[in-house]
């Protein structure tokens, strides 16, 4: 309790006072059907320059693997706590309570963080993949995989619009048998405030981020024109993407990773489940070369997705990540 009390003390301040503001915008946040072959393309380039954000539909994931694996989810958060802990604690990867990452972050939240890079399964499977329940474990790696092919058509559709070759520039990178990707799975408590923190603003380190949740609201991104907080309705037929910053690099700046946080609700159990798509770690990041124009210089030093990702995971959620990267 004196935790949580906390949480909800610092976001009171943080909190700008202006609810209303809040609501009108959330009817701006971008929406791509991707069965809309006239728009679509344009809509996601317009959507990750202006909020870094979007949210899908029509995008082909079976609905019941959705609904399926969401019931499933629900299933493992209800067990006993000592079950829970069986798969944690999460360092980063395993099942983490409260604490989110390993440098002082905490949250009104409890999660099974999993990587998917077959490199480092193969050389430590029972420190990345928690030990989940064979049926669970199927329902996810089932996910994974159509997800990661939605994703990857999103990508491809974005690189045609900004007319770049090869179409696959960045699919390639998430499809790659060594693509450096990672998964989770979210639960938000309900809270004894309506204004918990579940997790803090923080930007996402990969290329793009892809998530769902249940009927519960709670997601807020931070608006790029003026950094006002923006709630964003919950739909749980809909796909959102996040720019990662990643590919806030490979745009060299067009896109920007967008900031977000989760602030339960109170009433109601929120779940998510978001696949983070990753290069493979010896990958360079930088600005893709058929975008830049004449006499456009790189706004970042050149580093390997590994080297970011080192670098991440020693920062707190809230910090400036990219900025250590950016040339001065
Ligand atoms: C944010 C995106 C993904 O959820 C994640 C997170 C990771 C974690 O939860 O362990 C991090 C966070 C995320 C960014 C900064 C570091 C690492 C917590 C944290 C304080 C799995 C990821 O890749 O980076």
Not at 91 to 113: A, C, M, Q, S, T
Not at 180 to 194: E, I, K, L, M, T
Request: hydrophobic share 35%.
């Amino acid at each position: 309790v004196a935790m949580s009390q906390q949480i909800t003390d610092n976001i009171a301040q943080e909190r700008p006072n202006k609810p209303t503001t809040c609501e009108i915008f959330t009817l701006q946040i971008p929406v791509i059907d991707l069965a809309d072959h006239s728009d679509a393309r344009n809509l996601i380039v317009e959507a990750c320059k202006e909020f870094g954000f979007f949210k899908v539909i029509n995008h082909g994931v079976p609905t019941e693997l959705m609904s399926m694996l969401e019931e499933e989810l629900f299933n493992f958060f209800k067990l006993p706590q000592q079950e829970k802990d069986k798969c944690g604690p999460a360092n980063p990867f395993g099942y983490g309570n409260k604490r989110i990452g390993l440098n002082g972050d905490v949250g009104w939240i409890e999660y099974l963080l999993f990587c998917t890079n077959p490199e480092i399964i193969s050389q430590n499977p029972e420190a990345v993949v928690p030990k989940i329940s064979e049926s669970l474990s199927v329902l996810v790696n089932e996910y994974i995989s159509e997800v990661r092919n939605m994703a990857c058509n999103v990508l491809e559709m974005m690189v045609d619009e900004m007319k770049i070759e090869p179409r696959d520039v960045l699919s390639k990178l998430i499809r790659d048998d060594n693509s450096d990707s990672c998964f989770r799975f979210n639960h938000y408590p309900p809270a004894c405030s309506d204004h918990q923190m579940g997790i803090g603003e923080h930007t996402d380190p990969q290329i793009i981020s892809v998530g769902r949740s249940n009927n519960t609201s709670g997601l807020q991104i931070s608006l790029r024109s003026d950094g006002s907080w923006v709630s964003v309705p919950p739909d749980d037929t809909s796909f959102f993407f996040n720019v990662g910053d990643s590919l806030q690099v490979m745009s060299n700046g067009r896109f920007k990773s967008v900031k977000h946080r989760v602030i339960a609700d109170g009433a109601s159990s929120r779940v998510s489940m978001i696949f983070f798509g990753g290069p493979p770690l010896s990958e360079k990041i930088k600005p893709l070369q058929s975008i830049m124009e004449e006499g456009e210089e790189s706004l970042y030093k050149e580093f390997t997705w590994f080297e970011y990702k080192n670098s991440a995971y020693k920062t707190r959620l809230g910090d400036d990540r990219l900025g250590l990267f950016e040339k001065s």
